[in-house]
């Protein structure tokens, strides 16, 4: 059988969890999910483990952000830390990336997973991961697609095709985020699923897709696998990276390449996109509040509190006839906000950034 | 002219201002009032100091808050920090003040002022202290009476008199915390004053009326006064002090006193009750919030952010669509309130009492 590897995107800032997520300290670098204290990157690498062992993971990230990456994942080899150039979107990196691996492994098959998604049910994602492999191997490029519980505008959705093999489908279109109508109508007909920016295929087959639908970015390819080849990747990255088209594997393959595969999931699977979202994914007591331990709740309901701050097991919280707040403290910072705002953290973001207070952001 | 003395009554616990009141640091010694640093028992000194200088301060207070309290007062002579071996309301504590003082100065004029007070206006205050304090000279039991500015159900009331001077009144009742209705016809009626807890009286006049109206009490200051002649009056006072009767000085002196006089004035009083009124008296920014330097608020009225953490100078705080709210941090605890309940900050502090949380109360 074909070595499955896997590539974990994690070039994300993720402003929405300020002062929480910084510059150097992302979203996928926090414990966001309840009550654990492991990053959700860790998570990502972990739940994947018995499909895919830690030395075939690969990260995907930016330069500013290998070391802190490479803390929360010991186990994955310093050599598989991918470190962009610039930023330019998810075709670029995951072309680099699967070149990378298929230069030591030609055969392989690569699962691409975002790194700061919430997998609630494990098993019945290792499950649903499995199907897409085998879907891969078979040349398929192919998606997971969850199943959608609610008419999500801030999602995009894939049109569910014919059957082309165990609980696994032709994926028929790629679909924007629609108007509320449009996913009200998507989620009663049950052909659509959401797009999760889960990835599977075989190297060669993806190289083949983007030599067809992007030249450009093949070409690139092409020029960094022949400095790799001279030892001189570093460099040639440095001069290429920065020119390869600035799209989506979406947009760029997944829309365009015949023999596309989705494979349906239901496992709990939320893309953890604000504090609101912490809130509902957080362990609550009986009055909807997630709040430190020992905090002492008068009137209080459906807060969450988090207290990151180093001093946050010494400190004692209170509060008294507030409800739906979102609190965040960092040794550096304090966020107050309405759960139902907590959107409008990118405002925060904006100002300190319009301030020039580097260090805050 | 006699001396005048001052005595500061310090010994309040403070529960309004968790969680910057503690056992060892009560509202007192908290620097409540606006932006300033100074602590309420600092300023009480400070603005007397033109007509008592601080070698003639003495302090009443517990044996717990003896060393924070000549912290805040270093010009005040440590011999004059009175420590009640338990607090006994205010008629002990005045009464056994006045006795220390009069040993060493029979003829000593004596102020009696809470340490925890705010008075805007300062020069205004002064006048009517300096007027209170020839009152006394002349032998009347005399307090200050505010002008009332709203029907207030929190204090007591002084019924004012004929004239007996200048701008100084007989009092002719002491009344207590009224009814609503009955507030606004006080406010109406101007014949009536806010209590504030000052008095003025010679050393001889407070000895003798308390001999009339409060004999247990005044048998126990012959006993510290003659251990005190003894060089014996830490042992006697420890002995005697805890047998005193606890009454304040207004039920068991000034209501039943012939030759009681009320100063009226209007000077910026403030009894500084709760978090609410350290927002009242602080400085707001247009959206009427009072917070730290550099906040960034968004949507944010109303609100008042009292950091008094070690790391406040670096901390940012960000308040976004919150209104009315109170947030205090210290080193150890937080607190989330609405301005409007503040006032039930003490079922925080009866939360943690009775979880046994000695380290935070």
Redesign the interface.
């Known amino acids: 059988m074909r070595h499955v590897h896997a590539v974990i995107l994690a070039g994300g800032s993720g402003t929405r969890f300020?002062?929480a997520s910084r510059r150097l300290m992302p979203k996928q670098l926090l414990p966001l999910a309840g009550a654990t204290d492991e990053p959700l990157i860790a998570a990502t690498v972990r739940r994947i483990e018995s499909l895919v062992p830690p030395e075939r993971v690969w990260v995907s990230t930016g330069a500013h952000l290998v070391a802190g990456t490479a803390a929360a994942l010991p186990r994955v080899p310093a050599a598989h830390m991918l470190a962009e150039p610039v930023a330019r979107n998810t075709a670029p990196a995951i072309a680099w990336a699967s070149a990378t691996i298929a230069r030591s492994d030609p055969d392989a098959v690569i699962a691409i997973l975002p790194a700061d998604h919430f997998i609630g049910d494990e098993p019945a994602f290792r499950e649903v991961l499995s199907r897409a492999l085998r879907s891969a191997e078979e040349g398929w490029l192919t998606t997971i697609g969850i199943v959608p519980t609610r008419p999500e505008t801030g999602y995009g959705y894939i049109e569910v095709g014919a059957s082309v093999g165990d609980r696994v489908n032709a994926a028929t279109r790629f679909v924007e985020k629609p108007t509320r109508e449009r996913a009200a109508e998507y989620l009663a007909g049950g052909k659509h699923l959401w797009n999760a920016g889960m990835f599977f295929f075989r190297a060669s087959a993806m190289r083949e897709a983007i030599g067809e639908h992007l030249p450009a970015l093949a070409a690139g390819l092409d020029r960094i696998d022949a400095a790799a080849a001279a030892g001189k990747e570093a460099e040639v990255l440095a001069e290429v990276f920065p020119t390869l088209p600035s799209i989506s594997i979406d947009h760029g393959v997944m829309e365009k390449a015949r023999r596309i595969a989705v494979v349906p999931g239901s496992f709990g699977w939320n893309d953890v996109g604000s504090w609101e979202v912490t809130w509902e994914m957080s362990e609550r007591d009986a009055q909807g509040n997630a709040l430190p331990v020992g905090t002492?709740a008068?009137d209080a309901k459906n807060n969450l509190?988090k207290?990151l701050s180093k001093?946050a097991r010494?400190?004692?919280?209170?509060?008294?006839?507030?409800s739906d707040?979102v609190?965040v403290?960092t040794?550096?910072?304090?966020?107050?906000?309405?759960r139902d705002?907590a959107q409008?953290?990118r405002?925060?973001v904006d100002?300190?950034a319009a301030r020039g207070?580097e260090d805050?952001l």
Do not use: F, H, Q
């Not at 010494?314 to 507030?322: E, I, N, P």
């Not at 040794?331 to 107050?336: F, K, N, T």
């Open positions: 300020w002062p002492i008068v509190v207290d001093t010494s400190k004692r919280w209170a509060l008294v006839g507030v707040l609190v403290e040794d550096d910072a304090v966020l107050v906000i309405p705002r409008d953290v405002a925060v100002a300190l207070e805050k």
